[in-house]
């Protein structure tokens, strides 16, 4: 999708579109049909073939003749098209899976009402609507699983175009391109000297993908560098829902909202702004030193900024209308982002990290932003054994993952389930450091003294008896007992 558009834009897009010949599949013209079902398949059919064909954008245009081309007008408005008064747009979003950020644009041309519907090509999977998939056979609309030579071919296309290669700006000058991203941030965050040249800022930004070529002497914005460095996400339409949200509860529940933070800029540039945001919403619990009184923050710095970063760089783009969040209460902090994980929850701490986005999290590394490959979650439970706090959760909840991280509890006020959890955590943790869990070292995880060992041998039993935990040697001493986790 592009920036917006002026009046001018949109004659020459229409100009141009009228100079494809008749059968074109990435293009419809139309008179005045207005059926909202018939909208519908359009969209489906324009978006997969247009992905098909490798065009960034389809068209839908009324009031344009469909064998001559020439301008007639229509008295099609989707402004004023309801159905059963629902609003055009939002009735074809529901039907739409998944969800795409078409625009309806409307113009004059020699005199008459012009509509352009302007549909991107999808990324994910093919498009369906009301659950069936169409493309487009010439200029006729048809069935996707009718022709499954394209089908095949298009799941091929799909699966070689990552998000970060996608386009989020298209045909724009060099001077546009500065004006819409932050270029002294991608320099700085590089530790690179600003290039005095705008040849120079241009050729970087090239180079790490930030940035292609386009035709003649236009550029196109990926999306890599859309979402990193953008000076505002809403000048993107395809990605101004992918801002990360901020919210701060005043209890434990989402009744009553005290902060509420939605990001305008792009991530790299926006990360330490982000994290100071968060760290002076977070609250404080004093401690007695041995000599002074000091407020520590209730959560570990490292592990917030770390799930912040995996919040940002796991999430599925392709899911509309959502993006990470993070939602303070007054007994926890919930990171959420769209998208299921690849791997299993209860082997975060040892599986090899996948990625939907590996070039951005291979620059969010580079510049120092996440911690290196592996490295992450074993930091989050390690920051919370040492704040002594309960055992995060890491979850899947419809179609996001959701890490919770929570305030300080006494061992004594922690339930079965988070002693069990606490307890699996730890062993996982030893486990991926070379060590094992031993009754000494979770005593010691939980801040109890060792003439209480009895108390957690009980813990360590129900985390046996829960299929968590196995002994490693059974042939030792009771004293001398070391645990491993069961995928061990």
């Known amino acids: 999708m592009s920036i917006e558009y002026t009046s001018e834009d949109l004659l020459g897009i229409l100009n141009e579109l009228r100079k494809l010949p008749n059968e074109t599949e990435w293009v419809e013209f139309k008179h005045n049909n207005s059926n909202p079902e018939r909208i519908g398949k359009y969209i489906s059919a324009l978006s997969n073939s247009a992905a098909l064909i ?37 009735w074809l979003l529901r039907q739409l899976t998944p969800k795409l950020n078409f625009r309806f644009h409307e113009l004059e041309a020699n005199g008459e009402h012009i509509v352009i519907l302007e549909i991107p090509a ?17 200029s006729y609309t048809k069935k996707l699983k009718n022709y499954p030579g394209k089908e095949r071919r298009l799941w091929r296309v799909l699966d070689e175009t990552p998000f970060e290669r996608e386009i ?12 819409l991203l932050d270029c002294p941030a991608y320099f700085d965050l590089l530790s690179l ?3 005095e040249s705008r040849d120079s800022i241009l050729e970087s930004l090239e180079t790490s993908e930030m940035i292609a070529s386009g035709k003649g002497n236009s550029w196109d914005i990926t999306n890599l560098g859309a979402i990193l460095f953008a000076k505002n996400i809403s000048d993107f339409p395809s990605l101004k829902r992918k801002a990360v949200r901020v919210i701060q509860y005043k209890g434990n529940n989402r009744m009553d909202t005290i902060h509420e933070r939605e990001g305008t800029k792009g991530y790299a540039s926006d990360f330490k702004g982000l994290i100071g945001f968060i760290a002076n919403l977070i609250p404080s619990n004093e401690v007695l030193g041995k000599a002074l009184r000091k407020d520590v923050p209730m959560f570990p710095n490292i592990a917030i900024r770390e799930l912040v970063a995996n919040a940002i760089i796991h999430q599925d783009f392709h899911i509309g209308g959502t993006s990470p969040m993070i939602e303070i209460f007054s007994d926890r902090i919930e990171f959420t982002n769209p998208g299921l994980p690849l791997v299993n929850v209860d082997r975060f701490l040892d599986s090899p990290p996948k990625s939907r986005n590996e070039a951005l999290a291979s620059f969010m590394r580079l510049i120092g932003i996440c911690e290196e490959r592996g490295s992450g979650i074993d930091k ?12 995060p959760i890491f979850e899947v909840t419809g179609d996001h993952t959701r890490t919770v991280l929570f305030s300080h509890k006494d061992f004594s006020d ?15 943790l030893k486990y991926v450091q070379r060590e094992f869990m031993t009754n000494s070292s979770l005593r010691k995880r ?13 813990v360590i039993k129900l985390t046996i008896n829960a299929g968590l935990i196995n002994l490693y040697d059974e042939s030792v001493g009771k004293r001398a007992m070391k645990y491993k986790p069961w995928w061990a």
């Open 54 to 90: 490798g065009k960034i954008t389809a068209y839908l245009v009324w009031g344009i003749e469909d064998e001559s081309h020439e301008v007639v007008g229509t008295t099609f408005k989707p402004t004023s098209n309801k159905i059963k008064g629902e609003e055009l747009e939002n």
């Open 122 to 138: 999808v990324f994910s999977h093919p498009v369906q609507f009301n659950g069936v998939e169409y493309i487009r056979i010439g």
């Open 168 to 179: 989020a700006a298209e045909k724009i000058d060099a001077g546009k391109v500065l004006s």
């Open 193 to 195: 000297h600003l290039p």
């Open 380 to 391: 989050v439970v390690f920051e919370t054994e040492l704040y002594q706090l309960p055992a």
């Open 414 to 428: 922690m339930d079965t389930r988070e002693k069990i959890r606490a307890c699996y955590l730890h062993t996982c």
């Open 446 to 458: 939980f801040g109890i003294e060792n003439k209480n060992s009895a108390i957690v041998s009980r």
